[in-house]
């Protein structure tokens, strides 16, 4: 499958997904997705925007936001992220909502709009090639979504083109500590899609390294059991006990590093 399939299966998964509001694999997902955010993070925003968070963080608790900053959130998606940043840096600053999916940016508009929060925009693009002029963001934020790109290098390129010098990622995203085997990686990958391309956590560091970041941080946030994730009744005890070795290589991480400084 090209880089072209791989975007358009996604585009058409997620925008499913928001059509019918629910959770993109029903009990599968809920397990990486659920209590995110606390109640009062999320109070005054619509019901529907919140549980239709595909996310597998929170970088909008985790990262520092300071009043009049300019936020950009990769893969906004209904917008969560982006409303809960454009509060925190205030009416002189700004967040971007970054999406590819016209369904997501339509919902996000209209929560947008229910919300009354002006100092937020929705685009629509590709993380791989982002919108936005050279240094024109102080913080780039993202929610288990740079795990879903077939060109993570370009990603982290982009990321550290549009960050102003001293700028700052905060990222919650889907790694592994260790490399799973195929075999684990692709039933996974069937039953929630988020693990459509996820990276050890150092070779994670390794290409941020590469395209350029500094003070790079790695805090795992969620620890995943691998054979709960892949429970059957019907599978032999062998095959439970084989998957039950790997509970813990399955993390959500949430990721920080800095574009060094003039």
């Not at 959770?23 to 549980?51: H, K, Q, R, W």
């Not at 998606?77 to 339509?106: N, W």
């Not at 050279?134 to 993570?152: G, W, Y």
Request: glycine share 8%; net charge neutral.
């Amino acid at each position: 499958m090209d880089r072209d399939e791989i975007h358009k299966e996604i585009r058409q998964k997620y925008a499913k997904a928001i059509t019918v509001k629910k959770s993109l694999d029903n009990s599968f997902a809920s397990m990486i997705t659920d209590g995110l955010y606390t109640p009062n993070e999320v109070a005054c925003l619509p019901t529907e925007m919140v549980n239709t968070s595909f996310g597998c963080g929170n970088p909008t608790s985790l990262a520092q936001l300071h009043p009049g900053e300019i936020v950009l959130d990769l893969g906004s998606g209904a917008g969560l992220d982006v409303l809960l940043s454009a509060r925190r840096v205030g009416k002189y600053g700004k967040v971007y909502g970054l999406d590819m999916t016209e369904e997501m940016l339509a919902e996000a508009n209209a929560n947008k709009a229910r919300t009354g929060i002006t100092n937020a925009e929705f685009l629509k693009g590709h993380i791989e090639a982002i919108p936005l002029s050279e240094a024109a963001v102080d913080v780039v934020i993202s929610n288990c979504v740079i795990n879903l790109s077939v060109n993570k290098d370009q990603v982290f390129r982009e990321i550290y083109r549009v960050l102003k010098p001293g700028g700052r990622l905060a990222v919650a995203d889907i790694i592994t500590t260790m490399p799973l085997p195929d075999g684990i990686k692709k039933k996974l990958l069937v039953r929630i899609g988020c693990l459509a391309g996820t990276l050890v956590d150092e070779e994670y560091k390794v290409k941020l390294v590469q395209a350029g970041f500094e003070n790079i941080g790695l805090e795992i946030t969620r620890t995943y059991d691998v054979a709960n994730l892949l429970a059957n009744p019907f599978m032999p005890d062998a095959m439970n006990e084989e998957y039950a070795k790997w509970n813990g290589v399955l993390v959500s991480a949430f990721i920080r590093a800095q574009k060094p400084g003039r």
